[in-house]
């Protein structure tokens, strides 16, 4: 599957952005699709993940955005979008969007590590 992601820019802290992952070659809903950020010199960090239609599709966030993103998907779209409100300079990143098998139980999908398909990654930069 193909991933890319879009929606980044610049917005003041307090205001909201929202970020989509678009797909191609496969079904969005059979994956476990997952957001994660990476701020300049630091580790690529999990946002949240929605799981695939089978398990559910149940959210999960970082304690970090919980109550602020929220993580939908659009099936007739084939797409995953990163509603993020409240937002502030801590925010700012380059956020991607990735893809995992079905089979992957949660706690896999909480690290990078865990997700086989990568979109390009979108910069959002969160001004105080």
């Known amino acids: 599957v193909q991933l890319q992601a879009s929606g980044g820019g610049l917005v003041q802290a307090g205001g909201s952005l929202r970020l989509s992952c678009a797909a191609s070659?496969?079904?969005?809903?059979?994956?476990?699709m997952g957001w994660f950020r990476q701020a300049p010199g630091k580790e690529r960090e999990f946002v949240g993940v929605?799981?695939?239609?089978?398990?559910?599709?149940?959210?999960y966030y970082a304690d970090s955005v919980k109550g602020r993103f929220i993580i939908s998907r659009d099936n007739a779209k084939n797409t995953v979008d990163l509603q993020m409100n409240s937002l502030s300079p801590e925010d700012t990143a380059v956020y991607y969007c990735?893809?995992?098998?079905?089979?992957?139980?949660?706690?896999?999908?909480?690290?990078?590590?865990?997700?086989?398909?990568w979109g390009q990654g979108t910069q959002v930069t969160v001004s105080s």
């Open positions: 070659g496969r079904t969005i809903s059979t994956y476990n």
């Open positions: 990735a893809a995992a098998g079905q089979t992957k139980i949660l706690s896999t999908l909480l690290s990078a590590g865990g997700y086989d398909y």
């Open positions: 929605i799981r695939w239609r089978g398990s559910g599709s149940n959210t």
